[in-house]
């Protein structure tokens, strides 16, 4: 058997083709390796900032929940109130035939004060409102939306503290 007559393909130059593959290679898992490492640190920032909104909408729903509670409250007081004041009525109203002037005064209290319990009930339906805004966007600032909400209520049970007529009903008589 006779050789095939070479044709420049010897060993040094397989050699250099095999040096030049595995430097293929090499570089091709470098550079997986780097994209790996590109996606894993995007993972984790993505990761990052779904705990971070899972704990502020958290927050949100805690708020919410409480304020909710405050709500649930505010009708169980509003109820009673309403039905020690249909009580005041009654005894008013059995009252006139002696005194028409107290109860024109007594009446005028009741309505003042359920008109400040119907404000204190808007008052708590607008914060149940700024409280679904609040889940819409949780970057507001809950500080400020709380400070004005106490000084709603703070507005109204000064108002409500200020409605007694019996001093000048007692002045009058």
């Keep these: 058997m006779t050789k095939p007559p070479d044709q420049g393909w010897g060993v040094s130059a397989f050699e250099a083709l095999g040096g030049l593959a595995a430097n293929g290679v090499e570089s091709y898992e470098r550079t997986l390796n780097l994209v790996q490492g590109w996606f894993e640190g995007i993972l984790a920032t993505y990761k990052e900032q779904a705990e971070s909104y899972g704990a502020m909408l958290k927050s949100v729903d805690a708020s919410l929940r409480a304020l909710e509670q405050v709500v649930e409250a505010q009708a169980k ?97």
């Design 77 to 173: 007081t509003t109820k009673a109130l309403g039905e020690s004041l249909e009580a005041s009525r009654q005894v008013v109203t059995a009252a006139a035939s002696s005194n028409q002037h107290s109860t024109e005064r007594i009446e005028g209290f009741v309505d003042d004060v359920l008109g400040l319990l119907g404000g204190q009930l808007q008052a708590l339906k607008n914060q149940v409102e700024v409280g679904q805004a609040m889940l819409s966007d949780p970057m507001s600032t809950q500080s400020a939306l709380f400070t004005k909400m106490t000084q709603d209520w703070s507005d109204a049970y000064g108002q409500m503290l200020k409605a007694n007529p019996f001093k000048p009903a007692a002045a009058e008589d």
